[in-house]
């Protein structure tokens, strides 16, 4: 085995420190040599080992009746009936997507989606959380669009619908776009896949793709460092995908699974065989040895450590049974799938690379997973944050419908269609509930089960008291979920935020997952998996912090989906839930008042929960004919968005708080022969009558649009920003 020592500066090169680089050779009890430095690199990098956040998830729950599959493995997996299971799962591709725009978004999706199908799911349904600078400038507006156009190429290549997300804008995000993909899949409940390696002796086979040099580093040169000027030169760290080759992989994984061909399964994703060898080793408590000269390359000359760690696309490592290999041969031949086998499941409990014979790195695997460091943070509370609401009132010089009408074409409220037509929604024929509303609705088919799912965050409030933003983020996906009549399940996340060594940092993570858990708690929501995006700064500065996440939720029959449009005339219009709201961190504030300051209000999360279960109730009856979240721009915007679906205008007499936002308020309509029926079943639910639907303009109070009017400054704001048309 090679013997070179590893100078200081490599090591600090790789984003190792001294103390980690010492830790390092005491474990080993000899100094590492170049290959294995470059392999602890990654896999102590922040991105692999969680070091500064493992600690702070241990207070999510993450066990509950329908859980099959916590955190720890490619993606969580909840029971929801009728012998079926869904696989959830939400990952960032941040650095990659700020460097390279459409590869680093189009990669953010073919990672995701081999996280689902490395659990035995077919992947079903995607979801995208994106947040850009403001599209003031042409650099942002081709971020933007060559984000939306790289998510949009690789799902729709694959045949698998984009059915929801988010997409807001700030200018804290001007130099870290923010790129968070969400992906669901469905399994038979009893063929859930581990990623353990087990059985001595049993082959570890790469399939899929050749290895090239893309994406190597990508964990520790993008994922775990901050930005600065240049960075455009790390470009050769975004991998490059294939969506055409990802679709063969799907479909070649789950015919292997189903001929019961696997032992084991992992996704190769950042730090490639390096994390997915290790990783599986580890799980399975045993050892490997790998092969690299048998590693079909794309490239000549790649040096093992090349080799080893790469990232690039759509490839998955298997434990097989000598036994099963040539069946498993020949179904990767039929889908055209390279398959190699490049090593053995061994009981040394080390992973031991070789290359042409010679022995070029031995590690014992649990230094690389279970030894990797884990640090508390230091917590600072930031001087911004105050403890009081900014006491801030609607600005008496703006007219309430001329604010109504500035909300309405503000690119973070106005309709995202120029964004979601750029998707397959439909393909699969599961979506029941298109991009739109508050969820996206997908049948289980051939069952009468559907799913309801969305995405949600908020930095702008998270920014103003990350506790608070953190219990809302869940909140509000949770909301969003049940206004459709599901009963929300199940959460994953994503934790975006800047550098957790500053202290500011530390204090905002810490506090966010602490808001988050107790909602989760309140509300009876696991968290099944999930993923930590730190160092997401540029020049020192930080992003807002910006938890993401994802709720899925269960409905019995597919036909008692709610949508957020309002159906007929003359509709009872009523508002279900209590809750503060105020006009601190609010769109109002933001774009009328052009400041964010203040507190935002602290959610009530047991009204929320009782909010929750009226909603599935209520859907359950047939009760509801519509349903849409009090949401960004307040109850105004959320009544014009409904009229707005549904083509039909709306009056609203009672609305003393129009651009206020907070939590648990949702606006229904109803027939009105079915409204005593919503009464008698809201228990502890504020049920209040505000409004009717018809005619031909939004009127919420002094607020007065014709609805041709509000639909054009709505669906015509981002157009014409992106296309200068309407």
């Avoid at 086998?341 to 070029?360: K, P, Q, Y």
């Avoid at 349903?627 to 007499?653: C, K, N, P, T, Y």
């Avoid at 009105?672 to 502890?684: M, Y």
């Amino acid at each position: 085995m090679s013997t070179i020592e590893s100078t200081p500066s490599l090591h600090r090169s790789l984003g190792l420190t001294d103390a980690e680089f010492e830790r390092i050779a005491e474990l080993l009890e000899r100094a590492p040599n170049d290959f294995e430095l470059a392999v602890f690199s990654l896999l102590w990098s922040e991105h692999c080992a969680y070091k500064h956040s493992r600690r702070l998830l241990a207070a999510f729950p993450t066990t509950g009746e329908r859980v099959l599959q916590g955190p720890g493995e490619n993606a969580g997996v909840i029971d929801v009936g009728d012998g079926l299971a869904v696989a959830l799962k939400v990952e960032s591709h941040n650095h990659p997507s700020a460097v390279e725009p459409f590869q680093g978004a189009a990669t953010g999706v073919g990672g995701i989606l081999r996280d689902i199908f490395a659990m035995g799911a077919r992947p079903i349904a995607i979801l995208d959380s994106l947040r850009f600078g403001e599209l003031d400038s042409e650099r942002q507006r081709h971020l933007f669009a060559r984000v939306v156009e790289g998510v949009g190429h690789y799902g729709n290549c694959v045949g698998v619908a984009n059915v929801g997300g988010e997409v807001e804008f700030e200018p804290a995000y001007e130099n870290n776009c923010l790129v968070n993909a969400m992906c669901i899949g469905v399994l038979p409940a009893d063929r859930l896949q581990s990623a353990g390696a087990a059985g001595p002796g049993n082959l570890l086979v790469l399939y899929g793709s050749k290895t090239g040099r893309d994406g190597i580093g990508g964990a520790s040169v993008l994922a775990s460092q901050g930005f600065e000027e240049g960075s455009e030169a790390k470009r050769p760290s975004v991998q490059i995908g294939d969506p055409f080759t990802g679709k063969k992989l799907i479909e070649c994984t789950l015919e292997l699974l189903d001929q019961g061909l696997i032992v084991s399964l992992q996704d190769l994703g950042a730090a490639g065989l390096a994390s997915s060898t290790s990783e599986m080793a580890s799980a399975g408590g045993v050892g490997l040895d790998v092969d690299l000269s048998a590693v079909p390359v794309r490239e000549e000359g790649m040096e093992p450590f090349e080799i080893m760690i790469s990232e690039s696309q759509e490839r998955m490592a298997a434990i097989v049974e000598p036994a099963s290999w040539e069946a498993m041969a020949a179904v990767c031949r039929r889908w055209e799938v390279d398959a190699t086998v490049i090593g053995e499941v061994t009981e040394t409990g080390r992973l031991r690379a070789f290359h042409s014979g010679e022995l070029v790195g031995d590690i014992p695997v649990e230094t690389l997973t279970e030894r990797a460091p884990r640090y508390d943070v230091e917590r600072e509370r930031p001087a911004r944050l105050v403890d009081l609401p900014s006491g801030a009132g609607e600005d008496p010089g703006t007219p309430p419908e001329a604010a109504l009408r500035a909300l309405l074409a503000a690119p973070g409220v106005a309709s995202r269609r120029w964004v979601t037509r750029q998707y397959d929604q439909l393909v699969g024929s599961g979506t029941v509930v298109r991009p739109g509303g508050d969820a996206a609705v997908v049948r289980l088919t051939p069952s009468d089960r559907a799913i309801a799912v969305s995405l949600d965050g908020n930095g702008r409030r998270t920014w103003l008291d990350p506790r608070r933003g953190g219990m809302s983020a869940v909140c509000e996906a949770a909301r969003n979920v049940a206004c459709t009549g599901a009963r929300p399940a199940a959460v994953t996340n994503c934790l975006n935020f800047a550098n957790p060594e500053h202290a500011e940092v530390g204090y905002e993570l810490a506090e966010a997952i602490g808001g988050m858990a107790d909602a989760c708690r309140a509300l009876g929501l696991p968290v099944v998996s999930g993923n930590v995006s730190l160092y997401n700064e540029h020049d020192g500065r930080p992003i807002p912090p910006t938890p993401v996440v994802g709720v899925v939720g269960v409905l019995d029959h597919a036909e008692l989906a709610v949508r957020a449009a309002f159906c007929e005339e003359g509709d009872v219009v009523l508002l279900a839930g209590v809750g503060a709201s105020a006009l601190d961190g609010s769109d109002y504030q933001k774009v009328v008042l052009g400041e964010t300051a203040g507190r935002i209000p602290e959610p009530d999360l047991e009204a929320e929960r009782a909010l929750h279960a009226f909603l599935a109730a209520a859907a359950g009856r047939k009760l509801l004919r519509s349903a849409h979240d009090v949401g960004g721009g307040g109850l105004a915007v959320a009544v014009a968005e409904s009229a707005m679906a549904g083509g039909i205008g709306v009056r609203v007499e009672e609305a003393p708080d129009l651009f206020g936002e907070g939590d648990g308020r949702v606006v229904i309509s109803a027939r009105r022969a079915d409204v005593p029926a919503l009464r008698k079943l809201s228990g502890p639910v504020p049920l209040k009558r505000i409004g009717t639907v018809g005619g031909g303009e939004i009127a919420v109070g002094p607020a007065r649009i014709a609805l041709a009017e509000a639909i054009d400054l709505y669906e015509g704001a981002l157009p014409r920003i992106m296309e200068g048309g309407a």
